[in-house]
């Protein structure tokens, strides 16, 4: 139990252009979703928390007009990284929590900016 | 000084051995404690969730938190290959709300 898929897994991308990542909890309601950046041998970030219906309280330093993220149901959530450039390469990975229960991970995606 | 201390290693074991990692922290009101194992290109797996001090076991694996000394710890016995992974602690103080993580444990099981 407790699966969360990210989609896509990969993706390549032009600089300028918007990347859109969904993550939906397959089996369970997630009445929370989190969104977090890694970089290469270097922990989870938390970038923004969201629970279904309302704004994302995002973390200090994360741009809301670059990271724009919808909670729209209670098994999905999509990261919009807008305007997208190379700085933003990076692996974004999403979790999933239902109440106070432990957070599931996706398996997150390699976004790279050419 | 960082909430949550990990030395990313890499630790290489041979095959059968006991793996120990560990973590420590700064910040006292941490009260949940966590450790995910993380395989390359892959999102982390919750391995062991525990609330209290003491010890939780679980097949191979043995989670240790002493909150006096703030250190947790990790131990996998008879390890195996397919244990090659980044090990990440990660803790919180409101039941799983924001976590910190440690940066990661790189564990490599030699055949």
């Known amino acids: 139990g407790a699966v969360v898929s990210q989609h896509p897994s990969w993706v390549i991308c032009k600089s300028g252009t918007s990347v859109k990542i969904e993550c939906r909890s397959l089996d369970f309601q997630a009445t929370t979703m989190f969104w977090y950046r890694q970089f290469p041998k270097q922990s989870l970030m938390l970038m923004a928390t969201?629970?279904?219906?309302?704004?994302?309280?995002?973390e200090q330093g994360v741009e809301k007009d670059k990271f724009l993220i919808n909670h729209a149901s209670l098994t999905l959530s999509t990261l919009t990284v807008t305007s997208a450039h190379p700085e933003d390469s990076s692996f974004y990975i999403c979790?999933?929590?239902?109440?106070?229960?432990?957070?599931?991970f996706g398996d997150g995606t390699r976004l790279s900016i050419l | 000084q960082k909430e949550v201390e990990q030395d990313p290693g890499p630790l290489s074991v041979p095959e059968g051995a006991i793996v120990s990692l560990n973590c420590t922290y700064s910040?006292?009101?941490?009260?949940?404690f966590m450790w995910y194992r993380q395989y390359s290109r892959k999102g982390p797996e919750l391995l062991m969730y525990?609330?209290?001090?003491g010890n939780k076991e679980d097949g191979r694996f043995t989670a240790q938190v002493d909150k006096s000394s703030k250190y947790i710890s990790l131990f996998i016995r008879d390890s195996q290959p397919s244990d090659s992974a980044t090990y990440l602690c990660a803790m919180s103080v409101d039941g799983n709300n924001r976590l910190a993580f440690g940066k990661g444990n790189q564990v490599v099981v030699i055949p």
């Open positions: 979790s999933a929590r239902l109440y106070d229960q432990p957070q599931h």
């Open positions: 969201s629970n279904e219906g309302s704004k994302a309280t995002y």
């Open positions: 525990t609330y209290s001090s």
């Open positions: 910040n006292s009101a941490f009260q949940y």
